[in-house]
């Protein structure tokens, strides 16, 4: 009676095993959407299944290998729930994907077919041997006495002719071989190089997803399955292509998407963003802070000049950003950061204070703004080593065109541009190609531009303008224990244009905040720029600015000449240190 409770019950285990597996499904899904951070990117996938009621399990292949675990999650709607969803990984023999099958096949063709052109070789250069060694039997026939040879002459001739032209025959076959055998080898290292890049984010493990869901009733059910994954990341990238003539300059606003995650994305919607991806839900704890004193260190007046440093600020707002990503794991590290911040604060100088806010405040600015774009269309980004760009938007702006002479700095005259950015895109900090009237002119570095701020863009030289700088004249005069210099200085400007222009007009004098020295602008021809906002800031740093039109073909004795003349008091004993800053 016992045995037979045993195997019924057993039976009964038996069945339910078989119907828990029974309600196993496994899928692929379909990558739909795609998020690219600074570093990772958010995955989702729309899995669309046939539920039965009640619970069931779901199991989602061919995940990346780059993904990041703790980040799975799934989401649906109606009757269905999502139970719970968890990671596992198994370890398998071989790649399941069909192009690398694909691709593998074709390796182990080239594989064989250098083994047959190097057996091949090896044959035709043995058979080139062979023949050398008849060809010394026909020279020794040669040599000997014709009553005591074997071969008569005009078989040693004939028979040297035939040698030579199976020699000549065999060895341009032995040419071809080589050739074929590098060519092959060079085939061959192609197909391993994108083996490679295929290879790119993939591992010996399956990575797999196991979603716990419960369903209401039978019925059709869509499920979408996100994750992080490493080993994605994008810059911005523009073109900036003038046409002075309208007026105009089309901004091409473009990134450059590095993808080695592991996945392809085919035809998904695709965003990008600079937003930072957390999954963290707790606030971190903030621990108290114990201060004492001691003596001061000789070297901590140095420290504090390099936690001032750009490069240093960045870095501290970096890695602040990483452990904020880690959650309450990191919540040791976020305090002893702090508590490194606060130290700065207390022994610093007000100076070096000021300083520290102010590279904050740069690298907020460049680095705090908070932006995404959902780029239109379906988009296709296989994960590959190589870089791809894709166009976020192209945005045509009117532009305020100007030249720019700085002939204390250069004899070159520079086109530049001041554009609004009135369309609704933010343009985040990045390289530029500039072109103008469809020439490229040069690189250029693009600021961070939010909606509705002005940018100031520079499209190179324009060679039909030019300017010369001379110092006219330079006198000393000693009046009381004071020593006067007066400075003399000539600016002619050339157009060379059949048509007037707009420039602008830059140079300058010191300025000093040592009231022992007396800096002083006796008079300018022409007038100097009224602009306010040159008046309230560059002026007063000693800049000097005017805004001209240079009529057309205005050169030589009819250029345009620009004279100004300063003077410099200062003690007599004493002599002029200039320096930048």
Same mark, same amino acid.
């Given at each position: 009676?016992?045995?037979?409770?045993?195997?019924?019950?057993?039976?009964?285990?038996?069945?339910?095993?078989?119907?828990?597996?029974?309600?196993?499904?496994?899928?692929?899904?379909?990558?739909?959407?795609?998020?690219?951070?600074?570093?990772?990117?958010?995955?989702?996938?729309?899995?669309?299944?046939?539920?039965?009621?009640g619970?069931?399990?779901?199991?989602?292949?061919?995940?990346?290998?780059?993904?990041?675990?703790?980040?799975?999650?799934? %989401?649906?709607?109606?009757?269905?729930?999502?139970?719970?969803?968890? @990671?596992?990984?198994?370890?398998?023999?071989?790649?399941?994907?069909?192009?690398?099958?694909?691709?593998?096949?074709?390796?182990?063709?080239?594989?064989?077919?250098?083994?047959?052109a190097?057996?091949?070789n090896?044959?035709?250069?043995?058979?080139?041997?062979?023949?050398?060694?008849?060809?010394?039997?026909?020279?020794?026939?040669?040599?000997?006495?014709?009553?005591?040879?074997?071969?008569?002459?005009?078989?040693?001739?004939?028979f040297?002719?035939?040698?030579?032209?199976?020699?000549?025959?065999?060895?341009?076959?032995?040419?071809?071989?080589?050739?074929?055998?590098?060519?092959?080898?060079? &085939?061959?290292?192609?197909?391993?190089?994108k083996?490679?890049?295929?290879?790119?984010?993939?591992?010996?493990?399956?990575?797999?997803?196991?979603?716990?869901?419960?369903?209401k %009733?039978?019925?059709?059910?869509?499920?979408?399955?996100?994750?992080?994954?490493?080993?994605?990341?994008?810059?911005?990238?523009?073109?900036?292509?003038?046409?002075p003539?309208?007026?105009n300059?089309?901004?091409?606003?473009?990134?450059?998407?590095?993808? %080695?995650?592991?996945? =392809?994305?085919?035809g998904?919607?695709?965003?990008?963003?600079?937003?930072?991806?957390?999954?963290?839900?707790?606030?971190?704890? +903030?621990?108290?802070?114990?201060?004492n004193?001691?003596m001061?260190?000789?070297? #901590? *007046?140095?420290? *504090?000049?390099?936690?001032?440093?750009?490069?240093?600020?960045?870095?501290?707002?970096?890695?602040?950003?990483?452990?904020?990503k880690?959650?309450?794991?990191?919540?040791?590290?976020?305090?002893?950061?702090?508590?490194?911040n606060?130290?700065?604060?207390? =022994?610093?100088?007000?100076?070096?204070?000021k300083? @520290?806010?102010?590279?904050?405040?740069?690298?907020?600015?460049?680095?705090?703004?908070?932006?995404?774009?959902?780029?239109?269309?379906?988009?296709?980004?296989?994960?590959?080593?190589? #870089?791809?760009?894709?166009?976020?938007?192209?945005?045509m702006?009117?532009?305020?065109?100007?030249?720019?002479?700085?002939?204390?700095?250069?004899?070159?005259?520079y086109?530049?541009?001041?554009?609004?950015?009135?369309?609704?895109?933010?343009?985040?900090?990045?390289?530029?190609?500039? @072109?103008?009237?469809?020439? @490229?002119v040069?690189?250029?570095? +693009?600021?961070?531009?939010?909606?509705?701020?002005?940018?100031?863009?520079?499209?190179?030289?324009?060679?039909?303008?030019?300017?010369?700088r001379?110092?006219?004249?330079?006198?000393?005069?000693?009046?009381?224990?004071?020593?006067?210099?007066? /400075?003399? /200085?000539?600016?002619?400007?050339?157009?060379?244009?059949?048509?007037a222009? &707009?420039?602008?007009?830059?140079?300058?004098?010191?300025? %000093?905040?040592?009231?022992?020295i007396?800096?002083?602008?006796?008079?300018? &021809?022409?007038?100097?720029?009224?602009?306010?906002?040159?008046?309230?800031?560059a002026?007063?740093?000693?800049?000097?600015?005017?805004?001209l039109? +240079?009529?057309p073909?205005?050169v030589?004795?009819?250029?345009?000449?620009?004279?100004?003349?300063?003077?410099?008091?200062?003690?007599?004993?004493?002599?002029i240190?200039?320096?930048?800053?």
């Amino acid at each position: 009676m016992k045995q037979q409770n045993l195997i019924l019950t057993l039976a009964v285990i038996v069945l339910a095993t078989s119907a828990a597996f029974a309600d196993v499904q496994t899928t692929t899904g379909t990558i739909s959407k795609v998020t690219v951070y600074r570093g990772q990117a958010m995955v989702t996938r729309a899995l669309d299944v046939d539920l039965p009621a009640g619970t069931s399990e779901l199991i989602v292949t061919d995940l990346p290998a780059k993904i990041v675990p703790e980040s799975l999650y799934a %989401t649906t709607s109606g009757d269905v729930k999502v139970l719970s969803v968890r @990671f596992r990984e198994r370890a398998v023999r071989e790649d399941t994907r069909e192009e690398v099958k694909k691709l593998d096949a074709q390796i182990e063709e080239v594989k064989r077919k250098q083994q047959h052109a190097k057996k091949d070789n090896e044959n035709a250069t043995d058979l080139l041997h062979k023949f050398r060694d008849l060809w010394k039997l026909a020279v020794d026939g040669a040599n000997v006495d014709l009553n005591r040879s074997v071969m008569q002459s005009e078989q040693i001739e004939s028979f040297t002719e035939f040698l030579q032209a199976k020699a000549l025959e065999w060895h341009q076959k032995a040419l071809e071989l080589q050739d074929t055998e590098a060519d092959l080898a060079k &085939e061959l290292e192609l197909l391993t190089r994108k083996r490679k890049e295929l290879d790119a984010g993939h591992s010996r493990t399956e990575s797999e997803a196991v979603v716990f869901v419960s369903n209401k %009733t039978s019925n059709k059910a869509k499920i979408e399955l996100s994750y992080l994954v490493n080993g994605a990341n994008w810059t911005p990238q523009y073109n900036l292509r003038a046409n002075p003539q309208k007026s105009n300059v089309l901004i091409e606003y473009n990134a450059v998407v590095n993808q %080695t995650s592991g996945e =392809n994305w085919d035809g998904v919607d695709l965003s990008l963003s600079t937003a930072e991806p957390t999954m963290v839900s707790a606030p971190p704890v +903030l621990d108290p802070m114990l201060v004492n004193l001691s003596m001061p260190v000789q070297t #901590q *007046q140095e420290e *504090q000049q390099v936690f001032v440093q750009l490069d240093n600020v960045r870095k501290q707002v970096q890695l602040r950003r990483d452990n904020i990503k880690k959650g309450i794991g990191a919540n040791l590290d976020l305090n002893e950061l702090a508590i490194s911040n606060q130290g700065f604060f207390f =022994n610093a100088t007000g100076q070096q204070v000021k300083e @520290f806010q102010k590279q904050l405040a740069v690298v907020a600015r460049k680095e705090g703004v908070s932006v995404t774009y959902n780029l239109p269309g379906k988009l296709s980004l296989p994960s590959r080593s190589d #870089q791809q760009l894709v166009t976020i938007a192209s945005v045509m702006t009117k532009a305020d065109f100007t030249l720019i002479a700085t002939p204390i700095l250069t004899d070159y005259v520079y086109l530049q541009a001041e554009l609004l950015n009135d369309s609704d895109t933010i343009l985040l900090p990045g390289q530029a190609s500039v @072109f103008r009237d469809g020439e @490229f002119v040069g690189k250029s570095e +693009l600021p961070l531009v939010t909606i509705g701020e002005k940018l100031t863009a520079g499209f190179g030289i324009d060679s039909q303008v030019q300017v010369t700088r001379e110092l006219e004249e330079k006198k000393t005069r000693i009046q009381g224990g004071n020593r006067i210099d007066t /400075y003399d /200085y000539r600016i002619a400007l050339s157009n060379y244009k059949n048509t007037a222009v &707009e420039l602008q007009l830059l140079d300058r004098l010191g300025y %000093t905040e040592d009231s022992s020295i007396k800096i002083e602008l006796v008079k300018t &021809e022409p007038e100097l720029s009224k602009d306010s906002e040159y008046l309230r800031i560059a002026r007063k740093k000693g800049i000097l600015r005017w805004d001209l039109n +240079l009529p057309p073909n205005t050169v030589d004795e009819n250029a345009t000449v620009v004279k100004y003349s300063f003077t410099m008091e200062y003690d007599r004993n004493m002599q002029i240190q200039a320096s930048r800053k």
